[in-house]
């Protein structure tokens, strides 16, 4: 990864996990290729992703913050249900839901190309801990994993 991307630790709020305050600790990067490709349009463009890891003291306050992304799923506000594919307004995104952690990650559909497939799965095999819940968006589309 480290000789894909280049990081930059001021990344921008993108989704509003925790609105309670319930979190110990946020962590928020932003990682920007260092090759340029064409998107789906053909503009020549540098793959940025985002990502956003909210820390919990213990799994109660997680659960919360959990609860409060399942029924207001990111962009739309739409409820999710757990197991259900859904289609809402989204970005190409995912979501590893800890026992006492969160981790987002997220680019614009423009963007997808094989280096996100890529860092999905490192993202997972590295931060996927026993009973870590998956969600994955496609652009308009929510899968549980």
Known sequence: MKHSFTINSKAKDFYNIDSKNLSSSIE????????????????????RINI?????????LCKQAKDILINCFPRSCSKIKKGEEIGIKIVPSIFLLGKKSIIVAKIPCEQVDEKWENFKNTLIETYKEPKTEIIVSKCGKVIWK
């Open 28 to 47: 928020k990067l932003s990682l920007k290729a260092k090759k340029s490709h064409k998107n789906i349009y053909g503009q020549t463009t540098y793959s």
């Open 52 to 60: 956003e890891k909210y820390d919990f003291e213990n799994e109660e």
